[in-house]
């Protein structure tokens, strides 16, 4: 299987960076299922109930012969071609809600032959709700499969929609965005399956990472019969702390007047990956375990480093500056607000753009928190965010969650519902996620734990894997929508995820990710390169 990671490239957002944020997932091998009445196929205009509280404004049903389809827009999310896609039905609906003035967009694509009786609906990216991408891609799979625009913004990095022309939240398009038109999806898409092919799917799925992931566990928590399975991986879960919390950085670089560039930011991360790889029993270049790596950054206090040809040597204030940015944003009381940036992971993208002391400028802010803090929550589109004190962020930390977690801050543990519709969940993150910090991930499935009668009980319907080394949405080769597949239609729970892992010196292994809580330990012997000479094993062994 081949897994297409695409960079959401903005000004210092490159791919070299490992700043990917969401993928398109080629998947060849799913076992079909062949559904009764396979060969009717009606891809005339027609009519549909309108989802609860929504209105159709429009419809049409148009066959689209088979060929490379032109992704619109702009990279990531768009200027790309998807080659052999097969002839289909493409039914465009557009909903209205009364008094919200919105034009919520929905694309169901139905393979005219090979269909293999699945629905699958695919998530967005930032503040895109969808990806049209991700639907040529499935529906080269063999599946019916759909996206929603939700209204809003399709490029991932247009928040201008966020506010109304008095300034004020646009409360229905963030509905929209939050949940609404994901759960529409769900309604609209089993409509035009049954429609289009004379009867329902055999099994719907939910197929997101990041934003995508987040409208995953959105749709588990508040509308959980919408899908039997959901692939919802490096998950924009707490929204609002980690939102806020990417902007840490930037304070903690502005506050202490140090700006370490990214050679010396990369040498701390190199002497942490020489410290911690060799825990697992191998040194490969992967920090199997990152919850037992201690690597003090005091430690590099004098290491001479040449960046750009320029001899620079680490400060004891560098070495502050690194050990705040892991541990985390706290208060003005020491009180944790969130996790850190996990030791391993790119710093690039998280620093204020700034010209340090020597004219060099360093950093490259990611715009998806900076539009959250400035249009959301101060709402003002202008606002600085790579100038905020500590006392500063700590309030806008308190306001976002006060205004906004009610609505879209896709923390709620209660998974109950979900569990007795049967449905089934599978999580992977990489462990070297540079945008949402792993451990957020990780507090999410232990307070399910804690709500739900324990790991044992919770794996019956809900598994998380943690890739070694791998950033933000960037994981390959991953058999994960097979592996729930498996799962949901023959009860087969995975207890790994296969994969190809890139070590440090930039070479493609082979691995099984393992199963939170447990962490890869090498046998002892036999080709590192090779997943067989690593097992699964509980972290503290």
């Known amino acids: 299987m081949k897994r297409r990671v695409l960079a959401l490239a903005t000004a210092g957002v490159t791919v070299a960076g490992a700043a990917a944020i969401y993928a398109l997932v080629d998947r060849s091998d799913d076992s079909p299922t062949t559904p009764a009445n396979a060969?009717?196929?009606?891809?005339?205009?027609?009519?549909?109930?309108?989802?609860?509280?929504?209105?159709?404004?429009?419809?049409?049903?148009?066959?689209?012969?088979?060929?490379?389809?032109?992704?619109?827009?702009?990279?990531?999310?768009?200027?790309?071609?998807?080659?052999?896609v097969p002839a289909h039905c493409e039914v465009t609906v557009t909903l209205t809600h009364p008094g919200a003035n919105d034009h919520a967009k929905l694309q169901v694509w139905l393979p005219e032959s090979g269909w293999n009786g699945r629905f699958q609906a695919v998530g967005g990216a930032a503040y895109a709700a969808g990806n049209?991408?991700?639907?040529?891609?499935?529906?080269?799979?063999?599946?019916?499969?759909?996206?929603?625009?939700?209204?809003?913004?399709?490029?991932?990095?247009?928040?201008?929609?966020?506010?109304?022309?008095?300034?004020?939240?646009?409360?229905?398009?963030?509905?929209?965005?939050?949940?609404?038109?994901?759960?529409?999806?769900?309604?609209?898409?089993?409509?035009?399956?049954?429609?289009?092919?004379?009867?329902?799917?055999?099994?719907?799925?939910?197929?997101?990472?990041?934003t995508g992931g987040r409208q995953g566990y959105m749709e588990a928590t508040k509308y959980p019969t919408d899908f039997d399975g959901i692939n919802a991986d490096a998950p924009a879960i707490n929204w609002n702390q980690f939102e806020v919390a990417t902007l840490w950085p930037q304070v903690v670089t502005k506050e202490a007047h140090t700006y370490p560039t990214a050679c010396e930011f990369n040498a701390f991360n190199q002497a942490a990956v020489k410290a911690c790889d060799p825990q697992d029993g191998v040194a490969d270049g992967?920090?199997?375990?990152?919850?037992?790596?201690?690597?003090?950054?005091?430690?590099?206090?004098?290491?001479?480093?040449v960046c750009d040809g320029k001899e620079r040597t680490i400060s004891e204030a560098d070495a502050e500056v690194v050990r705040k940015i892991w541990d985390g944003p706290r208060d003005g009381n020491g009180r944790r607000?969130?996790?850190?940036?996990?030791?391993?992971?790119?710093?690039?993208?998280?620093?204020?753009s700034t010209t340090g002391p020597d004219g060099v400028t360093v950093g490259s802010p990611f715009p998806v928190p900076a539009q959250w803090v400035a249009t959301f929550v101060e709402k003002q589109p202008a606002f600085d965010t790579a100038n905020l004190?500590?006392?500063q962020f700590d309030q806008i930390f308190q306001q976002a969650r006060s205004e906004f977690d009610s609505i879209i801050g896709t923390a709620d543990p209660n998974l109950s519902a979900f569990r007795d519709a049967g449905g089934k969940i599978i999580t992977w993150q990489g462990d070297a996620d540079q945008l949402i910090p792993t451990a957020g991930t990780i507090d999410y499935r232990n307070r399910v734990d804690a709500l739900m009668g324990g790991t044992a009980k919770v794996d019956d319907f809900y598994r998380v894997f943690l890739a070694p080394g791998v950033a933000h949405c960037a994981l390959t080769g991953s058999n994960d929508l097979t592996a729930l597949t498996e799962w949901v239609e023959h009860g087969?729970?995975?207890?790994?995820?296969?994969?190809?892992?890139?070590?440090?010196t930039g070479q493609t292994v082979a691995r099984d990710i393992c199963r939170l809580p447990f962490v890869s330990r090498y046998n002892g012997d036999g080709d590192p390169t090779s997943a067989a000479s690593f097992r699964c094993v509980a972290p503290s062994s």
Request: charged share 10%.
């Open 39 to 84: 060969n009717a196929f009606n891809c005339n205009t027609f009519q549909i109930p309108a989802p609860a509280g929504a209105t159709v404004e429009s419809l049409t049903a148009t066959t689209v012969p088979a060929g490379t389809f032109q992704v619109p827009g702009t990279p990531p999310l768009g200027g790309y071609p998807v080659p052999d």
């Open 492 to 504: 087969q729970a995975p207890d790994v995820l296969r994969a190809d892992l890139t070590t440090a």
């Open 389 to 391: 004190t500590y006392a």
């Open 286 to 305: 992967l920090i199997s375990d990152p919850g037992r790596c201690n690597f003090n950054p005091r430690s590099l206090i004098g290491t001479k480093v």
């Open 337 to 352: 607000l969130w996790y850190g940036l996990p030791i391993g992971a790119d710093f690039s993208n998280l620093t204020a």
């Open 132 to 210: 049209i991408g991700s639907v040529a891609t499935a529906v080269k799979q063999g599946y019916a499969t759909g996206t929603t625009d939700a209204g809003v913004d399709t490029t991932g990095l247009d928040s201008s929609w966020a506010l109304n022309s008095s300034g004020r939240i646009n409360t229905a398009l963030l509905e929209n965005f939050a949940s609404r038109s994901v759960h529409e999806l769900a309604v609209v898409g089993k409509q035009v399956v049954n429609e289009v092919y004379g009867h329902a799917a055999s099994y719907t799925y939910w197929n997101g990472c990041s």
